[in-house]
């Protein structure tokens, strides 16, 4: 068969079966979609307003010390973890959530990459990538997770809050 039939066998339907071809493509296409879970939580990488706001709700600090663009177990932790519904609906109402990033192929700029050192060396200096650090609203740490932890986001936050073990 040349490419030639082909490309005439493709568009020789005629246009009601184009038009219902292409409405199946675009209601599976969007379901596909729906079916990513994302929970688009509300990180940010200033340290100072995310203490602020910290104390003004009553909510811990979460650092996620990061290689965004070179580290594949960071990239896994925030697909199977921080990208869940269920860490979503927990986080909102318990987290701040503060990105301490260090990639390699993009420069930060030169206060956010010392203000990223400094934390890294404060709460976890001899940890890895990726590391989670749980704070406090007075920035006293709670707890220090190192690395990728298999299971999803229950077994993920089981092990970083007590909290959240608790029930609460």
């Known amino acids: 068969?040349?490419?030639?039939?082909?490309?005439?066998?493709?568009?020789s339907f005629s246009d009601a079966s184009r038009w219902l071809a292409l409405a199946?493509?675009?209601?599976?296409?969007?379901?596909?979609?729906?079916?990513?879970?994302?929970?688009?939580?509300?990180?940010?990488?200033?340290?100072?307003?995310?203490?602020?706001?910290?104390?003004?709700?009553?909510?811990?600090?979460?650092?996620?010390?990061?290689?965004?663009?070179?580290?594949?177990?960071?990239?896994?932790l925030d697909e199977d973890v921080f990208n869940t519904p269920e860490f979503g609906r927990y986080a909102r109402s318990h987290y701040v959530l503060v990105t301490v990033d260090f990639p390699r192929k993009t420069k930060l700029p030169d206060a956010l990459a010392k203000q990223n050192y400094l934390l890294k060396e404060k709460y976890a200096p001899d940890a890895g990538f990726p590391a989670i650090v749980l704070l406090g609203a007075d920035e006293k740490p709670l707890n220090l997770l190192n690395g990728?932890?298999?299971?999803?986001?229950?077994?993920?936050?089981?092990?970083?809050?007590?909290?959240?073990?608790?029930?609460k």
């Open 148 to 167: 990728y932890l298999p299971g999803g986001p229950t077994r993920y936050l089981a092990a970083l809050d007590k909290d959240f073990a608790a029930g």
């Open 1 to 11: 068969m040349t490419s030639n039939s082909l490309f005439t066998r493709i568009f």
């Open 24 to 76: 199946m493509l675009l209601v599976f296409g969007a379901t596909s979609l729906q079916a990513l879970p994302t929970a688009n939580l509300p990180w940010t990488t200033n340290y100072a307003n995310a203490v602020t706001q910290a104390k003004k709700e009553n909510k811990k600090i979460l650092l996620n010390i990061t290689g965004s663009d070179w580290c594949p177990w960071c990239v896994k």
